[in-house]
């Protein structure tokens, strides 16, 4: 009787329309490829040496390569191999995410062919399932690990008589031993917030790259040689894209079409396109974005680490808007959640919640805006233009870090009351403590405004009234509207 073969090598990528394959070990190459090449750029190296307080060894790189050429591992299972399979094999089609979790709670020393036991060898092995969280959340949100859920483990992963997945396994074992030699001696970094959010990222970038098949054009058959294909590859098209070493301009515009060969992005990847590109940038707006409209139920650095017994966790504007999370950490971006609002936290309540808030802050924001343009313009508001808008920057960037400094404490606030009649009390006095910043600022800014000296007193007298008037008028708005954000 001769040794069976396996028929159907493990994909990782596929074309449904032409039957064409990319095996899944050279997927998993190129993503990690990829991201050996991004942390060799100067800026993105610094960044991540930042993120984790001291600069990255090689040898700590390779092993970060070694777990990223694990994130789709998930995809051997049957469950999700069937999607590729005219039949589908009457499997229950899996997500390749929650296979990836189901894959670890089902493995041990002895998976991947023995490659598992040097990762149980490192110094950080007891962190790896936070790791594993990270890789498995590459699509844009993480994928419960609950134990209630690893009673499925066997039965997502059946050896079938077409499709040996744990031959396939033993061979991404040996490809990940053969081509990441350093797991054997080295170690990834720990795992620690600030740093595992960055890889986070890096991981996301690199599978998109990674994935674009005009780069990395599909080779179904494994091939022990491929590692060398995928640094080739992955070395050329960062290059093309503006991200190689050395390069300091993208290629091209920084939009989908620059990295993907795919027509448009999934709404977690377009959902990228607005963020900010300083960490002075995020505010109040996008961290609403971010935990109330994302596809996270609870956001990745919101959840605790093994041996916290902390409340539960979000993130906070104010430190991201001073810029001080380099200095301060991860623990300068979290607030607690009082325990009377966990329950509530992530239904639509908060987000309707911080709807009603923003629309406030805007109204001041607008307020102080138009009220330091009419100073800038001399007092003449026909002639306002966008010079004397732009003169207004500082002083609403101030504003803007007061109300990140009240956006969640008014959030608690706002959600504690039970009856419409205890929101304008509530809205009143949040919109006149801003108005007073507001008033402040305004203070502040004016020595700076430039404005000929005889025309200077009236010019701020009108520029004042102006202020004055738009806050006069978001808050008498409260007499004759009821409250929207409930």
């Not at 590459?138 to 859920?149: A, F």
């Not at 890889?199 to 990395?216: K, M, N």
């Amino acid at each position: 009787m001769g040794v069976m073969v396996n028929p159907r090598p493990a994909w990782g990528k596929c074309d449904l329309e032409t039957r064409t394959f990319h095996h899944l070990a050279h997927h998993s190459a190129d993503v990690a490829a990829v991201l050996i090449e991004l942390l060799a750029h100067p800026l993105i190296r610094k960044r991540a040496a930042g993120a984790l307080g001291r600069p990255l060894a090689e040898t700590e790189i390779r092993c970060l390569a070694a777990l990223a050429f694990l994130h789709d591992i998930g995809k051997l299972a049957p469950g999700f191999q069937a999607k590729g399979w005219a039949d589908h094999a009457g499997l229950q089609l899996r997500s390749h995410l929650e296979c990836g979790q189901l894959w670890t709670a089902h493995g041990g020393p002895h998976s991947l062919d023995g490659a598992v036991a040097h990762l149980l060898r490192w110094p950080i092995a007891t962190r790896l399932p936070e790791w594993f969280d990270a890789l498995f959340a590459h699509h844009g949100r993480p994928v419960s690990s609950e134990p209630s859920e690893r009673g499925i483990a066997k039965q997502a992963f059946p050896v079938l008589a077409h499709y040996d997945w744990r031959a396939e396994e033993a061979q991404m074992g040996r490809a990940l031993l053969a081509w990441f030699p350093e797991i054997t001696e080295g170690s990834a970094p720990p795992p620690e917030p600030a740093f595992l959010h960055h890889v986070c990222g890096l991981l996301t970038l690199a599978d998109w790259v990674g994935s674009d098949r005009r780069a990395f054009p599909f080779e179904h058959e494994f091939r022990a040689d491929y590692w060398k294909t995928a640094r080739d590859r992955a070395r050329i098209r960062l290059r093309e894209i503006g991200l190689a070493p050395g390069a300091l301009t993208l290629r091209g515009r920084p939009d989908w079409a620059l990295i993907s060969e795919h027509p448009a992005p999934r709404p977690a990847q377009a959902a990228v396109a607005g963020l900010p590109v300083s960490e002075r940038d995020w505010t109040h707006e996008l961290l609403v974005t971010l935990l109330y409209r994302g596809e996270w139920s609870v956001p990745r650095l919101a959840q605790l680490q093994p041996g916290e017994k902390a409340a539960p966790m979000l993130l906070v504007a104010e430190a991201f808007s001073r810029g001080n999370s380099k200095t301060d950490g991860f623990r300068s971006r979290v607030v607690p959640v009082p325990k009377a609002m966990v329950a509530q936290m992530f239904g639509a309540r908060p987000a309707e919640v911080a709807d009603g808030i923003l629309k406030d802050i805007a109204a001041i924001d607008l307020a102080l805006r138009n009220g330091l343009a009419v100073f800038a313009a001399g007092g003449d508001r026909e002639k306002v233009a966008k010079p004397h808008y732009a003169r207004t920057q500082p002083a609403r960037e101030a504003l803007r870090r007061h109300a990140d400094a009240m956006f969640f404490p008014e959030i608690w606030a706002r959600m504690a009351v039970t009856h419409d009649s205890g929101f304008t009390p509530l809205r009143r006095t949040f919109l006149e403590a801003l108005s007073a910043h507001a008033r402040d600022e305004f203070r502040t800014a004016a020595p700076g405004i430039p404005c000929a000296s005889l025309m200077r007193p009236r010019a701020e007298v009108r520029g004042r009234q102006a202020l004055e008037r738009a806050l006069a008028r978001a808050v008498a708005k409260l007499k004759v509207e009821v409250p929207n954000d409930v």
